[in-house]
């Protein structure tokens, strides 16, 4: 035999190195077939058509988002929007919320409360002309009185917790910290989730009480246009003028809008989608903002801007001289009906269904 | 720390008060014995006790008109209360925690649609009180505290009703405690005094034979 030990063992060694050699070449030849071999389609399409070619994976994700039509796929899940992989629209509304609402709203409300404080500190309180007489007209009844306040707790209730929601990140995060604002943010939520719908019980008792004397009569144009008194002299009105009109219409229909997109927002169970909900947001944002900052006028032309304003919504009775000042009109009906009170007349009787005076517009 | 002297301490001050109170409270009412009637008796006291305490669950047709806001407001309130009080999940957890003794609770939304109509009673209820001239005329401190109290417990209710977060809880309960303090010394009282004071009324005129 010819085979030493030596050369079987050197035959070995070198037959276990070819092996490895082989090895890794396959590997390796492995490896670059994986990530050539996909490549080859485009290739040949580039060769042949002589332009480069999507990834045919985009034709899918391309249905998936949705560009150029709604797909609904199938699944599953059997709940509204459950063939929805991707929501494209969701996106829209996202940079709505972020770049339009959150920014105009803020510009809208600060505004208006700027332009409003800009106007007290030139023009200061309205102050009643010579002076008060002393003797009272009952402008409010009690039901009148309440269904407002009721109304103005509820709203103020919704309209902070509601401006937590949408302002607070920008605002509250710097002085509560990450967690202190989650707490309050978890707290506004459920407030004005559980409160909502009181809110329309709230409008809707605000509409049937106030409605019969708002709708827009004789004089009121000639009282917008003199802009109420504030250009070209005295302006005529009736018990209500056409700012407090205008103020009635814009609550009760932006109000509404409010309950129902609350609504449809509140009880996800009524089998709303995606695009419904968008919707419904921007109906609520929008006329949520607009609500808050027109209320500010309200709120200013009632307290500090007009003397003797407040009473009328606290005691129920506003002074003769204001009633003649600002309501013209309705004075001289109260006037003619015998209806003004004399200065030491009884307090109890005062927008309370009990009292003479008060019957005649009570509501019970 | 906080959560252990609402959780602990407080909790058992105020528990012990709340109970000691209203049967001190009710103790004093009770012993204070009546003027007996020497008269003969041409109806039952009993009878006259319990029909009143029944007919006072309604205005009487003479008033009704005039009240039907307060009666309103004040059933929307009280209904609202009780299913909210008893029957909430959170509370009767709480009591079966405690106590080991519990219900079935009502489901979410009756709780959720018994603590809005709790709440609109009591606001409109506190709003009549301060607008209306009688009332605001004849009302104490106490009145508008105890109404503030419990508007306030409620509403912390409402906060912390996701269960989510401990700050929130131990507001409602610090408000409940709160509450449970100033209770008997109120006329929140009222609460455990208006069957026996009915009865009272109905009993004296029963015994004289009038309906009332």
Known sequence: MKHTTAAVIQDTGEARQRRKRYMLWSFLLLIAMTLVLPLIPYAVAYVQDGSAVRNPGSELWREVRQRDQAVIGQTQADNVDAGILINKRGEEWRLF????????????????????????????????????????????????????WFTVVIFWILALSGLITLYGRYVLVPLLGPEGFSVTASASLMAHNTLGPI????????????????????????????????????????????????????????????????????????????????WSHVVHGISAVVMIAVSFGHIYLGTVGMEGSLESMTTGYV???????????????????????????????????????????STD | MLKELIDGIFWDIALIVFLAGIVWNLLAVFTRGIKKDLAVPRGSGLVGAVMTNVRRFYPHHE??????????????????????????????????????????????????????????GLLLLLLYRLLSPVTRLISRTDSYVGSILVLLVMFSGCLAMLESFEGLRLF???????????????????????IPSRGYSGAMFGRRGVDI
Not at chain 1, 239 to 266: H, M, P, Q, T
Not at chain 2, 63 to 75: C, D, H, L, M
Not at chain 2, 99 to 111: C, L, Q
Request: charged share 15%.
């Open chain 1, 97 to 148: 919320r972020m770049k339009k609402l959150i920014p105009f709203g803020a510009i809208l409300i600060g505004g208006i409360l700027g332009l409003i404080i800009l106007f007290y500190l030139i023009r200061g309180t309205l102050r009643l002309p010579g002076g008060r007489s002393g003797k009272r007209i009952l402008r409010f009844t009690l039901n009148e009185r309440i269904v407002h």
């Open chain 1, 199 to 278: 809110f329309l019980v709230a409008i809707l008792a605000l509409f049937f009480t106030f409605v019969k004397n708002n709708f827009f009569a004789r004089g009121d144009l000639k009282w917008l246009t003199k802009a109420g008194g504030l250009l070209g002299g005295h302006a005529s009105a009736g018990r209500f003028n056409a700012g407090e009109k205008i103020w009635f219409w814009l609550a009760v229909i932006l109000g509404l809008a409010l309950c129902v997109s609350g609504l449809i927002l509140d009880f996800p169970n009524w089998g709303q989608g995606r695009v419904v909900f968008e």
């Open chain 2, 63 to 120: 008033i009704a008109p005039r009240i039907r806001f307060q009666v309103v407001s004040g059933y929307l309130f009280h209904v609202g209360l009780l299913v909210l009080l008893f029957f909430a999940r959170p509370h009767v957890e709480f009591v079966k925690d405690i106590s080991g003794v519990g219900w079935t609770p009502v489901p979410d939304w009756i709780f959720n649609l018994a603590y809005e109509i709790a709440f609109a």
């Open chain 1, 319 to 361: 002074d003769a001289t204001w009633a003649e000042a600002h309501h013209d009109r309705w004075y001289e009906e109260v006037r003619n009906a015998g209806e003004i009170e004399e200065p030491g007349q009884s307090d109890l009787s005062g927008g309370v269904a009990s009292g003479g005076v008060a019957q005649s517009r």
């Open chain 2, 172 to 194: 409602h309960r610090f408000m409940v405690e709160l509450l449970m303090i100033y209770f008997p010394f109120s006329s929140l009282m009222h609460a455990f005094l208006f």
